[in-house]
């Protein structure tokens, strides 16, 4: 039987054409018991890809979750998990870079100006 019962609901907003966020929602029952793994993205306030921003990460998260889990029951009290969540977020980071700089003629670069203290555009 079940112990948790889960959902989410998403949408695009009120500012928004897309809906840039991404959710992982993962319930299993293993011999200690029945898990749920959670992981939420929002996207990047409406900035170019933050679809697929967010995509990625959910996709590195399930992949951990799945090679690093289940393939080879790793215990979720070990310190080892955060590590493996900093690398899996910092390879989400990277590849979300090597993205942008392949593809730079897509951007909206006014969006990525530095901003004065007063929060206006630096020209």
């Known amino acids: 039987m079940n112990k948790y019962i889960c ?5 695009v907003g009120i500012r928004k054409k897309t809906n840039q966020d991404s959710m992982l929602l993962k319930q299993i029952e ?5 898990i749920v793994f959670a992981a ?4 990047m306030g409406g900035m170019s890809k933050g679809e697929l921003a967010s995509a990625t ?5 399930d992949h951990w979750f799945h090679n690093s889990y289940l393939l080879k029951g790793l215990d979720w009290k070990e310190q080892g998990v955060i590590t493996q969540w900093k690398s899996a977020l ?6 979300l870079i ?10 909206r670069p006014h969006l990525y100006r ?7 555009n630096d020209l």
């Open 114 to 120: 530095k901003r004065d203290k007063d929060g206006t």
């Open 90 to 95: 910092s390879n989400s980071n990277q590849e």
């Open 57 to 61: 990460v959910i996709r590195d998260f």
């Open 30 to 34: 293993t011999k200690e018991g029945q």
């Open 7 to 11: 959902a989410y609901c998403s949408g």
């Open 98 to 107: 090597q993205y942008g700089n392949e593809n730079k003629a897509n951007h």
């Open 40 to 43: 939420l993205c929002d996207g």
